[in-house]
């Protein structure tokens, strides 16, 4: 048997199907451009014979339901999948839980209903997921759908760190909250660290930083979050790449009223127009480290401004935990931008955290272990993968 993973956006779904009970990866692909003319299919699986094969198809994908289609054609011409029937689950990305979902559940219509009242929480990530699940359980109807929620991990989050200072009525009547995300890497990293450490998860005090296109650090006592960087949105926290993470509230109001910028003007400029790409019109860290080293002068106030926001994060997360056995690094930058794992934990010595620069600048498929002689927070660099977690939950559940 085999468990389909699926992660649906507006326009595209990635999607990966996993082996039983080992959940090795038989197939990985997704669809692009979804409702557009051009749209793509690409897909990378293992052939019979053991070799890895990649395969491509341009043509409109007009909905998420013919993109589901089209993936399970695509999976069962290559022989990956014979027969749908070979499906024991599905396990579906799910952005925003709310307080509902504390864990995975297998979707039913009570579940959907839940799922669609949440969407004023998520209304750029819930309807996505929502259409993913929905087209495939038109596919694959009396398979189990399991909705695996990114809010969910953070759950842990004691009411004092959750709650903002606003008025208490605001979370009664409209769920106003701190909830995070990147909950389903900091479940996979936060596991593999404390495997690799050779700790029970529940002895375990870490900080992790999931630093991708979007960022975000996470607090972990004894394997429960206890805080983490993003909000009630994903906007929250960290300098992100188009994203500007914290900032003073009033500066909306200031500049509504000095540009005469509306709600939506508003929304694109913190989601979309600010972040690494307001600072020096670049979001792609690899440009962004290749511009710097050039001597642009931008670029490196970029990556000092980037660096600095998770220095003071770390330092907080210090001072929440009381100390941390370990830091994991994770995501596309902090999985492989060297130096922005050593500026961002510069100085920090008194605090028991320092790197080592030889072991900083090694490359691993696997867990790297970086900190300096003196540290006693061990450092790790940890690939993170969100798909595993999800078909490893999804067999949990359904198993
Ligand atoms: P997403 O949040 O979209 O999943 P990723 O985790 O893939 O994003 O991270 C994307 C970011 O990682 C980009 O800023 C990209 O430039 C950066 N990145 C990827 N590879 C490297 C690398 N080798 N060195 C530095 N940055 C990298």
Request: contains cysteine; hydrophobic residues 40%; glycine residues 10%.
């Amino acid at each position: 048997m085999k468990i389909l993973v699926l992660n649906a956006g507006s326009s595209s779904l990635k999607f990966q199907l996993f082996a039983m009970p080992d959940l090795s990866v038989l197939a990985s692909g997704m669809l692009e451009k979804i409702g557009e003319e051009n749209g793509l299919a690409t897909l990378s699986y293992i052939e019979k014979s053991g070799s890895r094969k990649k395969y491509e198809l341009a043509r409109p994908i007009s909905d998420h339901r013919s993109g589901v289609q089209l993936m399970t054609e695509l999976l069962q011409e290559k022989n990956v999948l014979i027969d749908v029937n070979e499906l024991a689950g599905v396990g579906h990305r799910v952005v925003h839980g709310g307080e509902d979902f504390k864990k995975p559940v297998i979707v039913t219509d009570v579940v959907m209903d839940a799922l669609k009242a949440l969407i004023p929480l998520a209304p750029l990530h819930n309807p996505a997921n929502i259409t993913g699940i929905e087209a495939s359980m038109r596919m694959v109807p009396g398979v189990p759908q399991v909705a695996v929620f990114d809010t969910a991990f953070h759950q842990s989050i004691p009411e004092h760190a959750y709650l903002y200072g606003l008025p208490y009525e605001l979370y009664e009547k409209y769920r106003v909250r701190r909830y995070g995300f990147h909950g389903t890497s900091y479940s996979y990293v936060s596991r593999k660290a404390a495997e690799y450490l050779n700790c029970p998860p529940n002895e375990l005090k870490s900080i992790c930083l999931h630093l991708g296109n979007g960022a975000s650090i996470a607090a972990i006592d004894c394997g429960k979050c206890v805080d983490t960087s993003m909000g009630l949105t994903p906007l929250e926290g960290l300098v992100m790449g188009t994203r500007s993470g914290d900032l003073d509230p009033a500066i909306l109001f200031y500049l509504a009223r000095e540009t005469g910028m509306d709600l939506t003007d508003l929304d694109t400029l913190l989601n979309k127009k600010s972040g690494l790409k307001g600072i020096c019109d670049n979001n792609d860290m690899r440009s962004i480290g290749r511009l710097a080293a050039n001597g642009d002068l931008r670029a490196q106030l970029a990556i000092e401004i980037f660096c600095y926001r998770i220095k003071k994060y770390v330092g907080a997360y210090l001072a929440v935990l009381g100390s941390a056995d370990c830091l994991v690094f994770t995501g596309g930058i902090g999985e492989n931008d060297t130096n922005v794992r050593n500026k961002c934990l510069q100085g920090m010595e008194k605090l028991g955290i320092s790197l080592d620069p030889q072991k900083n600048s090694c490359v691993t498929d696997n867990v790297l272990e970086i900190q300096g002689d003196g540290s006693s927070c061990k450092i790790l660099v940890i690939p993170t993968n969100e798909e595993l977690e999800i078909a490893s939950q999804t067999l949990n559940l359904i198993a």
